[in-house]
């Protein structure tokens, strides 16, 4: 139950912030974000899949498939973050780096 609510909470409070977020920044870059972490969270799994294959042996594998699914979902939400606060900059003519213009509304 309490995994849930975790669960719950963390939805709510993304699902928010990610309505937010689609008003600062364009389609692609939205796809882009999707799908790099579709790939990451099946690496993750393949190697957490492999660690169970394997006769869970090799603890080395489980670390690496929580360490890459966590690291994973850490760099997501703060580069969403950062597309955020740099659309915020550009939409009032502050300095923001070359990349962010086409990634930005």
């Given amino acids: 139950m309490m995994a849930v609510l975790f669960m719950i909470c963390g939805a709510m409070v993304g699902a928010q912030f990610g309505s937010i977020a689609t008003s600062f920044v364009r389609g692609p870059a939205i796809r882009y974000i999707l799908s790099y972490s579709l790939i990451l969270a099946t690496l993750g799994a393949v190697l957490r899949l492999v660690y169970v294959l394997t006769g869970q042996s090799i603890e080395l594998l489980s670390l690496a498939a929580v360490m890459l699914t966590l690291g994973e979902m850490?760099?997501?939400?703060?580069?969403?973050?950062?597309?955020?606060?740099?659309?915020?900059?550009?939409?009032?003519?502050?300095?923001?780096?070359?990349?962010?213009?086409?990634?930005?509304?």
């Avoid at 950062?82 to 930005?104: D, Q, T, Y």
């Fill in 74 to 105: 850490i760099f997501l939400c703060l580069f969403i973050v950062s597309l955020v606060i740099f659309a915020r900059r550009h939409r009032r003519g502050k300095p923001v780096p070359a990349w962010v213009g086409p990634l930005v509304v």
